[in-house]
């Protein structure tokens, strides 16, 4: 295949399954539908992963275009973003969700709405601003429409994780118990920080070239 044609490695799939890590975010799913039923399960699912892929699919198609029009450049925009991941694997290190940025009155109101599959659980529990920023510098690392089409299909994949996860959230909470929970968030949290470090080099050497190295 021809440079120009190059697919994207696996990379950005892992950094996104990493990050929005929808087995984290289980307990949160079966706290807030504890008192539906099926089908209002099921709608909440769906809410859920509509929103995960709209909202990395408009940070892949959009996000350059948003900082261009604040102005900030993508160097300090990845510096941003790295910091944002390793805070992200410091509190998923400690076994927390990644993207765990509400408060009890938002969960309390979101408690009480239909809508809790768009917020909390879609934004911010599992597409945070870690989660925006690590789309759109992979977006801007896309460098022809198939890449831009392939980014696109990873947030089709991740979509789907979470769907799975929440679908069959009551069998893998009794299969891995909160122990085997905080053990994958862990992992994933270790992995997310190494990833963190990379974005923020890159960045870094982009706004001071000297620590590039002759």
Same mark, same amino acid.
Do not use: H
């Given at each position: 295949?021809?440079?120009?044609? %190059?697919?994207?490695? $696996?990379?950005?799939?892992?950094?996104?399954?990493?990050?929005? !890590?929808?087995?984290?975010?289980?307990?949160? #799913? /079966?706290? #807030?539908?504890?008192?539906?039923?099926?089908?209002?399960?099921?709608?909440?699912? +769906?809410?859920?992963?509509?929103?995960?892929?709209?909202?990395?699919?408009?940070?892949?198609?959009?996000?350059?275009?948003?900082?261009?029009?604040?102005? /900030?450049?993508?160097?300090?925009?990845?510096?941003?973003?790295?910091?944002?991941?390793?805070?992200?694997?410091?509190?998923?290190?400690?076994?927390?969700?990644?993207?765990?940025?509400? !408060?009890?009155?938002?969960?309390?109101?979101?408690?009480?709405?239909?809508?809790?599959?768009?917020?909390?659980?879609?934004?911010?529990?599992?597409?945070?601003?870690?989660?925006?920023?690590? &789309?759109?510098?992979?977006? !801007? +690392?896309?460098?022809?429409?198939?890449? &831009?089409?392939?980014?696109?299909? #990873?947030?089709?994949?991740?979509?789907?994780?979470?769907?799975?996860?929440?679908?069959?959230?009551?069998?893998?909470?009794?299969? &891995?118990? %909160?122990?085997?929970? !905080?053990?994958?968030?862990?992992?994933?949290?270790?992995? $997310?920080?190494?990833?963190?470090?990379?974005? &923020?080099?890159?960045?870094?050497?982009?706004?001071?070239?000297?620590?590039?190295?002759?």
């Amino acid at each position: 295949m021809s440079t120009s044609l %190059q697919l994207l490695s $696996l990379k950005p799939l892992i950094t996104l399954l990493a990050i929005v !890590n929808p087995l984290a975010i289980l307990p949160f #799913y /079966i706290s #807030y539908t504890q008192d539906f039923n099926a089908s209002q399960r099921l709608r909440t699912i +769906r809410a859920t992963t509509l929103t995960v892929f709209v909202v990395l699919t408009s940070c892949a198609l959009l996000g350059l275009e948003i900082l261009g029009f604040f102005n /900030i450049s993508l160097a300090s925009f990845q510096v941003g973003g790295g910091m944002l991941l390793l805070i992200s694997a410091l509190q998923m290190i400690n076994a927390q969700p990644a993207e765990a940025r509400t !408060n009890a009155e938002e969960t309390t109101y979101a408690a009480r709405q239909a809508s809790i599959g768009v917020v909390p659980l879609g934004i911010p529990l599992l597409t945070g601003p870690a989660t925006m920023s690590t &789309m759109v510098i992979f977006a !801007n +690392r896309s460098k022809n429409w198939l890449q &831009m089409v392939q980014l696109i299909g #990873y947030a089709v994949l991740v979509a789907l994780a979470v769907y799975v996860s929440f679908l069959l959230a009551p069998r893998i909470a009794r299969a &891995m118990g %909160q122990t085997g929970i !905080n053990v994958m968030t862990r992992l994933m949290g270790l992995i $997310l920080a190494a990833m963190g470090v990379e974005v &923020m080099a890159d960045g870094l050497r982009q706004i001071f070239p000297a620590l590039g190295g002759s």
